[in-house]
């Protein structure tokens, strides 16, 4: 019987340490207010996104180029330095956006955000709200001085059935900077991230043990990360110095469902350093990929809070001044 404290001593060590393993825990102090974003801005992209170019699915090649057009103009407002990259599926030709910031660098930071969507639905959540945080984060980045180039790119086919092929937009961009000898200091994929509840029990989680770890109340956001990186533990503390909206971090296997559902996987997979900020998507928000993920059901003002925390990320890493 005198082994059992010992034993049991043993176990909490190990639940503490797996805990600090995943989550990587960080207090938070929030006290900010944030002028720089208006929410009013975002949720008028959201509803033109999902509203006038629509559907956007892979099966609509026209209206994915319309919007291609569209989101090339809105970040041509910021930089001189935007690109379309073409390339082909189904016998259609699809783009990326893409659009520079900063002098020419051999490392880069990358953020990015697919505006195709799954179906013919309006996806506001999915991922109207992703490609709205690329273009207010042009403007924000328009105004620093770099030391190192930001590569914004917005991604055309994410979703099925093109979802974990090579024929990703974010696959044919990860590969070609790894071609080009460019490196990646981190890669940032933002994927679903106007979604918010705050009702009791609105946050699910694929396994069990992780509602022990974080709220399950969902009005947070989190950066998902692979299990023996540091990145998201450095962007969720960013987010939380900085903003009033609460982050938390996962840092798990690829096995875990979700984890790598989205365009960083790409790099992963190309060995450069990514994250994804989410709000979980349909751990959360049950409109997932269904036609009730309109632009009227998003919190743009949390919205709001999470882009600006992803740009002092980058002025707190990558600012001259």
């Known amino acids: 019987m005198k082994s059992l404290p010992r034993l049991l001593t043993v176990i909490m060590i190990c639940l503490i340490s797996l805990w600090i393993l995943i989550a990587r825990p960080f207090i938070t102090s929030h006290s900010v207010k944030i002028h720089d974003i208006d929410p009013k801005l975002l949720k008028e992209e959201v509803r033109r996104i999902s509203q006038d170019f629509y559907p956007r699915d892979s099966q609509n090649p026209e209206i994915l180029a319309s919007l291609s057009e569209y989101i090339f103009t809105k970040f041509k407002t910021n930089t001189k330095t935007v690109e379309f990259q073409k390339f082909k599926a189904g016998g259609h030709e699809y783009r990326n956006v893409i659009a520079k910031f900063g002098p020419n660098t051999d490392n880069v930071i990358v953020i990015g955000a697919h505006y195709d969507s799954y179906s013919n639905l309006p996806a506001a959540d999915d991922n109207a709200s992703g490609v709205s945080g690329l273009f207010e984060l042009s403007r924000l980045l328009k105004k620093m001085n770099l030391k190192k180039q930001v590569h914004l790119v917005a991604f055309s086919l994410e979703e099925p059935p093109y979802f974990a092929s090579e024929k990703m937009g974010s696959y044919i961009h990860a590969k070609s900077l790894k071609e080009a000898g460019i490196n990646i200091d981190l890669m940032i994929s933002l994927e679903m991230i106007g979604f918010f509840s705050d009702e009791d029990n609105s946050q699910t989680f694929p396994i069990p043990m992780l509602s022990l770890m974080y709220p399950s109340t ?15 533990f450095e962007v969720k503390s960013a987010i939380n110095m900085h903003t009033n909206i609460n982050a938390y971090s996962i840092n798990a296997p690829h096995s875990l469902t979700g984890v790598d559902w989205s365009d960083h996987r790409n790099y992963w997979a190309m060995g450069f350093p990514a994250v994804m900020i989410t709000n979980t998507s349909f751990y959360r928000n049950k409109s997932y990929h269904t036609d009730a993920d309109t632009f009227d059901k998003l919190n743009y003002e949390k919205m709001a809070e999470v882009i600006y925390g992803v740009f002092r990320y980058i002025q707190s890493s990558n600012s001259e001044t």
């Open 218 to 232: 969902g009005n947070f956001v989190a950066i998902v990360d692979q299990i023996f990186s540091n990145k998201a």
